[in-house]
């Protein structure tokens, strides 16, 4: 199934998720995923909504049978360089483009009593991740998940960014 983010979002509960129990969730996560948005808010649900990786964000998460998962993700066209233009990049072009595609792999974990899978980050294009664990917290169903993490603001807002995928096979 396909939707546009537009379409995806209003198809998604509006109200932020909560960490909980996630029986199942071992098997229901193995297959491949493509990304249909990521969006921020307040966990309680004030305050605006805010688009990390623009409005609309493409790419592929894969997690197989075996405990290994690999993802890329691509920023929507407005925060990404044109494709337009002669002649290579300028420098600054380059480090928007490198800045907004993330792209790793690794093994991954599946708690299903805190409802979390954390990503153990084995090789990424940024070098300074290699190594660490990333914890997001899950809301999945056959057809839909959710990677979430939470997080307080400088502002002492405790805020969700929710990463949404839909199933592919």
Do not use: C
């Not at 090789?123 to 979430?148: H, M, Y």
Request: proline share 7%; no cysteine; charged share 20%.
């Amino acid at each position: 199934m396909i939707l546009s983010l537009g379409l995806a979002t209003a198809a998604w509960a509006q109200v932020p998720p909560k960490a909980g129990p996630t029986p199942g969730a071992a098997k229901l996560i193995v297959g491949t995923w493509r990304m249909v948005g990521s969006q921020t808010q307040a966990v309680d649900g004030t305050g605006p909504t805010t688009y990390p990786r623009g409005r609309s964000p493409s790419g592929y998460i894969i997690y197989d049978a075996k405990g290994m998962m690999y993802v890329q993700i691509m920023d929507s066209e407005e925060t990404r360089p044109p494709r337009t233009g002669a002649g290579p990049m300028s420098v600054e072009d380059q480090a928007k483009a490198f800045s907004s595609y993330t792209a790793y792999f690794g093994r991954y974990t599946i708690d299903e009593t805190e409802g979390s899978v954390v990503h153990h980050v084995a090789g990424n294009t940024n070098p300074r991740t290699v190594g660490n664990n990333q914890k997001r917290f899950l809301v999945i169903t056959p057809d839909r998940l959710e990677l979430n993490t939470f997080g307080k603001g400088q502002d002492g807002v405790e805020r969700v960014t929710r990463r949404m995928w839909e199933r592919v096979n």
